[in-house]
T-cell receptor, first 116, second 111 residues
Framework: EPEVTQTPSHQVTQMGQEVILRCVPI?????FYWYRQILGQKVEFLVS????????KSEIFDDQFSVERPDGSNFTLKIRSTKLEDSAMYFC??????????????FGAGSRLTVL | RKEVEQDPGPFNVPEGATVAFNCTYS??????FFWYRQDCRKEPKLLMS???SGNEDGRFTAQLNRASQYISLLIRDSKLSDSATYLC????????????FGQGTELSVKP
């Protein structure tokens, strides 16, 4: 079964450092997303990406965050200067083209970010 | 009011029990509805989509009431392996595939 893959599975970083989380969405999917889940809290939407641009972002997704699709397969989330409160599990997700289950998101296994 | 709100848990039930989860959403323009399952520290996995007519998949039944803005999930004959957190998710109209999740309801099935 096709899957969304994420790397790294766990990253520990110092406050103020830049972090890049990587995702390989399912190959025929066109919509890409990042979500985060702080320990014990709900899954929160960060950003959606379609046709090489951000289609929507949440209040959480401030200037410290950016996303990129540098090639035909990878989708990255960059946090420029990490804060303690960025510690969370970050999930990448993708969904198919509109009209064929476009609203059904498949999630990756997540990247756990710990900021010290 | 929260965009998507679920029953607070946890639900502790014996094997074989029937358990029902409820979820309400605030945006009446919401278009698509889902139940996801999340095991501890793992990713959400789609359990089932929820349709207006209601739908069933084995021991799982999902219902949608648009007038009351309410979604439910019924699990019959619960198994130990059903222990997980159940997430209600709503797609807001005209916002691509973005899902808004509820906070989840934890289920623990005991022998």
């Amino acid at each position: 079964e096709p899957e969304v893959t994420q790397t790294p599975s766990h990253q520990v970083t110092q406050m103020g450092q830049e972090v890049i989380l990587r995702c390989v969405p399912i190959s025929n999917h066109l919509y890409f997303y990042w979500y985060r889940q702080i320990l014990g809290q709900k899954v929160e939407f960060l950003v959606s990406f379609y046709n090489n641009e951000i289609s929507e972002k949440s209040e959480i997704f401030d200037d410290q965050f950016s996303v990129e699709r540098p090639d035909g397969s990878n989708f990255t989330l960059k946090i420029r200067s990490t804060k303690l409160e960025d510690s969370a599990m970050y999930f990448c997700a993708s969904s198919p083209p509109r009209g064929s289950g476009a609203n059904v998101l498949t999630f990756g296994a997540g990247s756990r970010l710990t900021v010290l | 009011r929260k965009e998507v709100e679920q029953d607070p848990g946890p639900f502790n039930v014996p094997e074989g029990a029937t358990v029902a989860f409820n979820c309400t959403y605030s945006n009446s323009a919401s278009q698509s509805f889902f139940w996801y399952r999340q095991d501890c520290r793992k990713e959400p996995k789609l359990l089932m989509s929820v349709y207006s007519s209601g739908n069933e998949d084995g021991r799982f039944t999902a219902q949608l009431n648009r007038a009351s803005q309410y979604i439910s999930l019924l699990i019959r004959d619960s198994k130990l392996s059903d222990s997980a957190t159940y997430l209600c998710a709503v797609n807001i109209y005209n916002q691509g595939g973005k899902l808004i999740f509820g906070q989840g309801t934890e289920l623990s099935v005991k022998p």
